[in-house]
């Protein structure tokens, strides 16, 4: 059993950062992805970004593209960033962060989603 736990949320003005952090414990794995998601109210959920495992490249959605940047540690402790800049109201959403296993097709360990709130 994986669990993933993110963490940095909080409170921002509009133009400011916030940097989350999803770090994984539970057994050891490696996945073929990890990424960002998150949902706001009245609204479905949506990927932010995701991270490639093997070579690190990353994917953007275009509403976060030259604002947000993903990166990954798997040295000792697998954990995935998302340093959040130029914050907009409209990036406030509850934010999950996802593991794809290797063989799988989809994300299928979920964290529990971390509060991020931008005012304007």
């Known amino acids: 059993q994986v669990q993933l736990v993110e963490s940095g949320g909080g409170l921002v003005q509009a133009g400011g950062s916030l940097r989350l952090s999803c770090a994984a414990s539970?057994?050891?794995?490696?996945?073929?992805?990890m990424g960002w998601f998150r949902q706001a109210p009245g609204r479905e959920r949506e990927i932010v970004a995701r991270?490639?495992?093997?070579?690190?490249?990353?994917?953007y959605a275009d509403s976060v593209k030259g604002r947000f940047t993903i990166s990954k540690q798997n040295a000792r402790n697998t954990a995935i960033y998302l340093q959040m800049n130029s914050l907009k109201s409209e990036d406030t959403a509850v934010y999950y962060c996802?593991?794809?296993?290797?063989?799988?097709?989809?994300?299928?360990?979920w964290g529990q989603g971390t509060q991020v709130t931008v005012s304007s």
């Open positions: 996802a593991a794809q296993r290797v063989g799988a097709t989809s994300y299928s360990d």
């Open positions: 539970g057994r050891t794995f490696s996945p073929v992805a």
């Open positions: 991270i490639r495992w093997a070579n690190g490249e990353p994917y």
